[in-house]
């Protein structure tokens, strides 16, 4: 019996890099059937709607989500409900009940010398664990008052939603280090006064996993300090994804680091969807110079997530890996002495490694 993947490359570069993806994906595995849909600002044009019934109806019958990036300057103008980030990619996770997202950042062992931590006698390779449908992106009230000169956006969490993502933290914690930092801003919002509170009674009840917290700016701080103290990050979703992008840079480029948003697990296996942390990149949209490496790992997190294949993902990964060592390199990570590839070049190569 086949795996249905749902495949939305959306706007800029998603469609490049996804399509790399997936001719990875199909040289691991030869019963995935893949059916593409639109979402984002490409769906919008085609039917006047970001996120379409259509893509939807598609996502809710495949057994995991392959997305590639969606938005642009173009759309930026239409109203919250018709762009493609918020009426296209954050309702979508929000209709998936895609709660909790997973983002590794780590340096591959090949791009060690362009990493900022070269000398440092380490390796990052942490794990940032964000809430993913609450919090202020998702808040209501959003609204202009006072003829556009006020602008209004609602922070809320409750305690269902925190429990539920630190359950997902503690898991993830406790197959690496057993630690796990929470993150938040304690000493200012509400919200995180709940999180830490939540998160300390959890820690009380689970207690083979040590957690310590720490307030947001202090993180950020830290990670540029010293991002090796780091194992498994748990927090809040605009913390998240501004703590995510910053590690990232750690690591050497947005290009190559994939995600996971994940839903309620179902035994050992969860419902997910899987891509790049990179924008659609519209600055090289359509020049073939995007890395897909943050594609082709995301693919390797789809194994890994939902379909249980341990296997197949690290053969993704040891391909990437490889392909890298040989010199390799798209433009965002090229050094002296490497070999310029093109995204698809990049994609045919690690599938030759396969
Ligand atoms: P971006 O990630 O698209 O690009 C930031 C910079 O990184 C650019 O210089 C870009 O060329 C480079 N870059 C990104 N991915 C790359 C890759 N795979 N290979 C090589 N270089 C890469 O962020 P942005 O410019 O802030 O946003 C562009 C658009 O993407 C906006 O409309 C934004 O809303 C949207 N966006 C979408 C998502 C998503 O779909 N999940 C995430 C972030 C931004």
């Known amino acids: 019996m086949s795996i249905k993947i749902a495949v939305l490359g959306g706007d800029g570069i998603g469609p490049e890099v996804t399509a790399e993806a997936v001719k990875v994906l199909q040289g691991v595995r030869s019963d995935l059937e893949f059916s593409t849909a639109l ?11 970001p996120l379409p019934k259509e893509t939807l109806d598609l996502c809710r019958a495949s057994d995991a989500v392959l997305l590639g990036a969606v938005g642009g300057p173009k759309w930026d103008k239409l109203e919250a409900a018709l762009r493609p980030e918020i009426g296209g990619l954050l309702r979508l ?21 362009a990493s900022p931590l070269k000398n440092n006698g380490g390796t990052i390779d942490l794990i940032v664990i964000r809430e993913l449908t609450g919090g202020i992106y998702f808040g209501e009230p959003r609204e202009r008052r006072d003829n556009g000169n006020t602008a209004i956006d609602t922070c809320v969490y409750t305690r269902a939603e925190i429990e539920r993502i630190a359950e997902v933290g503690f898991q993830v914690a406790r197959q690496r280090s057993k630690h796990l930092v929470s993150v938040d801003k304690n000493n200012v919002l509400e919200t995180s006064r709940l999180w830490r509170e939540v998160v300390t009674e959890f820690a009380a009840r689970n207690p083979d996993v040590s957690v310590s917290h720490m307030l947001v700016d202090n993180c950020a701080m830290q990670l540029i300090r010293d991002p090796l103290q780091f194992d498994v990050i748990l927090t809040e979703n605009m913390f998240g994804d501004i703590l995510s ?21 179902k035994g050992s296996t969860v419902f997910g969807l899987y891509e790049p942390i990179h924008g659609s990149a519209p600055d090289i949209a359509g020049q073939s110079r995007a890395n897909p490496i943050a594609a082709i790992l995301s693919g390797a997190m789809l194994l890994l997530y939902s379909l249980g294949d341990k296997k197949g993902s690290a053969r993704i990964e040891a391909a990437v ?20 590839v093109s995204t698809i070049e990049m994609g045919d190569a690690i599938l030759a490694k396969l």
């Open 245 to 265: 992008d910053e590690a990232s840079m750690l690591t050497g480029s947005l290009g190559l680091l994939p995600s996971a948003s994940l839903s309620e697990m």
């Open 321 to 340: 890996e490889s392909a890298l060592e040989d010199g390799l390199r798209t433009a965002d990570i090229f050094e002296n002495g490497c070999k310029l």
């Open 93 to 113: 996770r929000r209709e998936l009940n895609l709660f909790a997202n997973v983002r590794p950042a780590k340096v591959l062992r090949p791009l060690l010398q």
């Open 39 to 49: 979402c984002g600002g490409c769906a919008y044009e085609a039917t006047g709607d």
